[in-house]
């Protein structure tokens, strides 16, 4: 069974560039997350899916980041424009029950 | 609010010996805790949880923790440790019924030839 994957694993851009950040989960599970880590930080919950709707986007930093989840499947996170501070790795989770298996993450760097 | 806490960002252990790599935990009411280990250039993989019953869970890699409600501790344990455990441990609690865990920040075990 194929895990989470996400892609990229990395991307560089310039502060006010737009970057999207795609999430896919393992087959058939309907919850979907999205965390942040930076560096040297903790891993900090960005929003949780139930299939296509938003459970839980409180963790959300600011109206430059939007998810979506088209038809409850894949994922993509955008932000835009990109700031100094969005720099980190971003990892996507799925679930169908109260264990969450992570995809590799991807790391982002704002130059 | 709940938190957890890794007091140590680095532990190091020779190879064979047993390794501790603490977590300590805030939450109201009653907690699930994780624990999730990171190789590098890899996603976090689950290594094991506790819900309910026995104190005692064991998870995979033979990694095992113990949960302590009067301390509010979880701390992953091996009784003899190998090189290739070298990674990022994270400890993660989340109350029961939530689907949202809080992750401390991290420990680096290291583990000497």
């Known amino acids: 069974e194929a895990g989470v994957t996400q892609f990229p694993s990395h991307s560089v851009i310039e502060k006010g560039q737009t970057v999207t950040l795609r999430c896919d989960p393992i087959?058939?599970?309907?919850?979907l997350y999205w965390y942040r880590r930076v560096m040297g930080k903790e891993i900090k919950f960005l929003l949780h899916f139930v299939k296509e709707s938003k459970q839980d986007e409180s963790g959300m930093p600011n109206n430059r980041f939007l998810a979506e989840r088209t038809g409850g499947t894949y994922s993509t996170l955008k932000v835009q424009p990109a700031e100094l501070e969005d720099s980190g790795v971003y990892f996507c989770?799925?679930?169908?029950?109260?264990?969450?298996?992570f995809g590799p993450g991807t790391r982002l760097t704002v130059l | 609010a709940q938190s957890v806490a890794q007091p140590e960002d680095q532990v190091n252990v020779a190879e064979g010996n047993p390794l501790t790599v603490k977590c300590t935990y805030s939450v109201s009411g009653n907690p699930y805790l994780f624990w999730y280990v990171q190789y590098p250039n890899r996603g976090l993989q689950f290594l094991l949880k506790y819900i309910t019953g026995d104190n005692l869970v064991k998870g995979s890699y033979g990694f095992e923790a113990e949960f302590n409600k009067s301390q509010t501790s979880f701390h992953l344990k091996k009784p003899s440790a190998l090189v290739s455990d070298s990674a990022l441990y994270f400890c993660?609690?989340?109350?029961?019924?939530?689907?949202?865990?809080?992750f401390g920040r991290g420990t680096s075990l290291i583990v000497h030839p």
């Open positions: 989770a799925s679930s169908q029950g109260n264990t969450q298996y």
């Open positions: 087959s058939g599970h309907d919850n």
């Open positions: 993660a609690v989340s109350k029961v019924g939530s689907y949202i865990p809080t």
